[in-house]
């Protein structure tokens, strides 16, 4: 009988495929016995998960260079990976917070050395919650693997390719920062700006609504519901100027909102996305790179306030140890 439901569950995979799923087919590879892969942090993970899900911390932190933002060496996410039972070889769902792109980055990291059979719960945590479904607080094991990972360096743009893509207009190029960012006001690197010939079609926007981190922020509403992702419908609307046959880069600040448009872009038909995985801080960085709406770091300004925001945490400080003598 279980050789009959694995191959039941099997079929009806390979049938259904899809790269985003919804609450319903996470529970489909719950059954099938698929690796359920929980990319927040830890104390969240413990909080409560998926049952069955493995955790090795928050993937932003865990496989990336603090400073550069970059990969950490392939050899450690290897022993990492496989330490924790992440065989990328394997059926994988990803999930963290709904809407989270970091949960992306963790896809697109499977992806990225070699995983084919990659999946992810957009919903996350918070929609299967919000379904009823049971919780689990002990952490998850797997037993460890040996697996090689293979980078698979097609699905990245580098630097030097991303110049010679910007001087001949090969290709259509996607900023998915915020408007800010875009257009100088917000500098996060070197300089501020955007990418030549770029088009400015923020993350957020394939999330129902695209102000809720916002509106959460400003307490105007009480969950994240609006960050679901918009049906196929909107979403084909919001990338109607682009041409899904041509081949597409997507960039950020430093890959981890590209990926998340990036797998969008890909369920909606477009045949040739990449990531620039480098993204602004590789290339906000690079002076010889051309900018648009191009502003420079003021420095000056932002010692100033330092200075004030420590002047006001002295004053605070001093005002709570009067308070307690």
């Known amino acids: 009988m279980a050789i009959v439901l694995a191959s039941i569950f099997s079929m009806a995979f390979a049938q259904q495929k899809t790269t985003i799923i919804q609450t319903e087919q996470m529970q489909q590879a719950l059954a099938r016995g698929a690796i359920i892969w929980d990319v927040r942090d830890e104390k969240s993970y413990l909080e409560g998960h998926i049952p069955g899900a493995v955790n090795i911390g928050e993937v932003g932190s865990v496989l990336r260079d603090p400073n550069k933002e970059d990969y950490i060496p392939t050899e450690q996410i290897q022993k990492l990976f496989n330490s924790a039972g992440l065989d990328v070889n394997r059926d994988i769902v990803v999930y963290g917070a709904r809407g989270n792109p970091y949960a992306y980055f963790g896809l697109y990291t499977i992806n990225y050395f070699g995983g084919k059979n990659a999946q992810i719960y957009h919903d996350g945590i918070d929609g299967w919650k919000q379904a009823g479904l049971p919780i689990q607080k002990e952490r998850q094991t797997l037993e460890p693997v040996s697996v090689v990972l293979i980078a698979q360096p097609q699905l990245v743009v580098s630097n030097e390719e991303m110049l010679k893509i910007v001087q001949s207009k090969s290709a259509q190029i996607i900023d998915t920062r915020t408007p800010d960012e875009f257009t100088g006001k917000d500098v996060r690197a070197i300089r501020g700006g955007h990418i030549p010939n770029s088009v400015n079609i923020p993350y957020e926007d394939n999330w129902q609504d695209p102000a809720t981190a916002i509106k959460l922020r400003k307490k105007q509403v009480s969950d994240n519901s609006g960050m679901a992702l918009k049906n196929q419908t909107d979403l084909k609307r919001l990338y109607a ?4 046959d041509k081949e597409t880069v997507v960039y950020c600040q430093s890959g981890v909102r590209a990926a998340e448009t990036a797998v969008v872009l890909k369920t909606l038909g477009f045949k040739k996305v990449k990531v620039y995985d480098s993204a602004w801080l590789g290339w906000g960085n690079n ?39």
């Open 241 to 244: 100027n682009l041409d899904p």
């Open 287 to 325: 002076l010889k790179a051309p900018v648009a709406d191009e502003t420079f770091l003021n420095v000056g300004a932002l010692n100033a306030k330092m200075t004030a925001m420590q002047n006001k945490i002295n004053q605070l400080e001093e005002a709570l140890k009067n308070k307690n003598n």
